[in-house]
């Protein structure tokens, strides 16, 4: 089976029992470190509830992430009124935080309903800063088709996703493989991102739990990196300054919208 990243032939390592019925082969690549479980049959059933029931820190992941994010945004990203997209936004939580924060964020999910940011959707003509894309990346089957089309909307992605370690862990020594729901499916290490920066011509900086693909050169990733983690003390409040929150005029907005369309 060849690599999905780097095109290597994989190596077998492991198997496991996904959804407590499957069992499925898992490939790491020796070039790149990507693993991957075999051409994913199961997926169809994996996505009855396309946000799994056992991803009990959905909401406040959420509200952890848009306080970070409000400050990267900040940090490299200082135009105002921008256009962000949250791609594979789930819900639209994190969307509905940031526009409340003031950022001028749209919504897309083809696997899920729009809840709380319905009316925002992503329309392909606008023109967008960044992509945000959380926990999303284990969930690509093709994640080099996958990240082309986020690139083709922006070259600058900030997304969330746990990196397997160099070292391997059992099909029973890590939570992250999510055998009991069988929406993970691709795993990354630290050199697979680096390989994936590489081949587009792009930067990648991780931020502990925020990670960023980006076409700029950021000198003091470090520092971000330290100040990212002050948004425990609500540091992330002095980076709202100058910011007017979208709460109201999008009350306002979704209204005047709802009498023609009927979208409440």
Known sequence: MKCKICGTNNKYIFSAKILNKYNIKYFL?????????????????????????????????????SKKVSILLRLLFCEYNKNYLDYAGGYGIFVRLMRDMGFNFYWSDKYTDNIFAKGFEYNDADTLKAVTTFESFEHFINPMNEIEKILLLSKNIIFTTELLPSIVPKSDQWWYYGLEHGQHVSFYQQKTMHFIAAYYKIN???????????????????????????????????????????????????????NNENIL
Do not use: H, M
């Open 29 to 65: 690549c020796p070039n790149c470190g990507f693993l991957q479980t075999e051409e994913p049959y199961w997926i169809e059933e994996a996505y009855k509830n396309s946000i799994n029931l056992s991803d009990t820190g959905y909401i406040q992941r959420n509200i952890n992430l």
């Open 204 to 258: 990648y900086y991780n931020f502990n739990s925020l990670q960023l693909f980006t076409d700029k050169y950021i000198y003091f990733p470090l520092l971000i990196s330290i100040v990212l983690k002050f948004t425990k003390f609500d540091f992330n409040e002095i980076f709202k300054i100058g910011l007017k929150s979208k709460t109201v005029s999008d009350n306002l907005e979704i209204s005047k919208k709802a």
